[in-house]
């Protein structure tokens, strides 16, 4: 909080308190001239309806006195005035870190457990495949979705077509260090308009999508510098991620349009990597559940 801020708050907080404090004090005090206890204020609606002059109840008084006695306390306790850090040293993120720690302690031994066993054995263990499900959905699902079925520009992980590779071990570096696909923009490469549509069309082909035959035919010979990443077949090199145009199955969606796209504006999707925020222990067990999906 820079220092405008820190003041701007402490002044604040105090000057509402004061405010409080001086309001309930010119309430309950009596002024000159004004109708002594009990008798009518001279208020009086619908024929027979008066005000009395009655001051406010002692038990609803003191319920103020002590709701700011409360909150003064409890601001010299805790931080809440600007950069103060309170009495107590408490702090939302201190009490996150002190969770976190405790959680790790508890639970530990048991990932350090897991850890030992291979991918390909804890796959038949239920309880590690589901500790590995509870994890996915706490630190995965927001991005490749709660059934692992992905979504366009987060591949799925439960099917066997994979863009870098569905071994135990290309699962596991996947998500310990992160991958990040990256397809530059290729339209320059390939020359005018007609050509990204006659490419497009001949990608469709590869998976036999619907296409027109005479583009694709036109589109075979500009796919070389296409090949270079996705093979002169087109089926994908899972060293650099790049994806399969062969089988049906696709990342940013099947469409020409879609197609058309990436060629024009190239692809780049990025999976964040786990190690330092997870651990490896975490991440082992991550990697067995995903395994298990496509098995
Ligand atoms: C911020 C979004 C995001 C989060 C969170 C995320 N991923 Fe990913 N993940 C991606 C993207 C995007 C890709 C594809 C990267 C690419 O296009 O090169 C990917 C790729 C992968 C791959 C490689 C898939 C393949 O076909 O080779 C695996 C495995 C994976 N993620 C597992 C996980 C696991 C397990 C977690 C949870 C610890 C996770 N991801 C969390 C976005 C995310
Ligand atoms: C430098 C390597 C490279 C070149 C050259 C390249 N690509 Fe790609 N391409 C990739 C990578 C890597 C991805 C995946 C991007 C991602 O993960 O976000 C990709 C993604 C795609 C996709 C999306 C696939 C899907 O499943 O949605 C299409 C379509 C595509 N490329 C077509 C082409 C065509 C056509 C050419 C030639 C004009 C081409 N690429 C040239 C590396 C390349």
Redesign the pocket.
């Known amino acids: 909080m820079n220092s405008f801020l820190h003041w701007f708050v402490i002044v604040v907080s105090i000057g509402s308190f004061l405010g409080c404090i001086w309001l309930i004090w010119w309430a309950s005090k009596k002024t000159e001239g004004e109708s002594t206890e009990g008798e009518v204020t001279g208020h009086v609606w619908d024929g027979d309806l008066a005000e009395l002059n009655n001051p406010m109840p002692r038990w609803w008084l003191y319920m103020f006195y002590f709701s700011i006695a409360f909150g003064l306390i409890y601001m010299v306790l805790y931080p809440s005035l600007g950069n103060y850090k309170g009495l107590l040293g408490w702090s939302s993120d201190g009490q996150y870190q002190e969770e976190i720690a405790a959680a790790n302690k508890s639970y530990g031994p048991l990932y350090a457990g897991y850890a030992k066993m291979p991918v390909s054995q804890l796959v038949s263990n239920n309880k590690a495949v589901a500790t590995g499900r509870r ?2 959905l706490n ?2 699902a ?3 979705g709660s059934d692992a079925g992905g979504a366009p ?3 799925s ?1 439960k099917d066997s ?6 071994t135990p071990e ?2 596991k570096a ?2 310990l260090d992160g ?4 397809m530059p923009p290729m339209a320059a490469a390939l020359g005018t308009d007609a050509d990204v549509d006659n490419v497009a069309n001949y990608v469709m082909s590869l998976s036999g999508a619907p296409h027109d035959a005479g583009k694709a035919s036109l589109g075979k010979a500009k796919f070389a510098v296409c090949g270079g990443c996705h093979g002169m077949d087109g089926s994908g090199n ?1 060293a650099i ?1 790049a994806p399969d145009l062969t089988d049906a199955n696709w ?1 940013y969606g099947g469409s020409l349009g879609a197609i058309k796209k990436a060629i024009q504006n190239g ?6 990597a ?1 190690r330092d925020f ?1 651990g490896e222990d975490k ?1 082992h067990l ?2 067995a ?2 395994y298990s999906l496509s098995q």
């Open positions: 994890l996915f630190y995965c927001q991005c490749h520009g987060f591949p992980l077509s994979w863009l870098y590779g569905g290309a699962i996947s998500i991958r990040n696909g990256s899972q991620g990342l692809r780049s999707g990025k999976m964040p786990h997870l991440v991550l990697a559940y995903v």
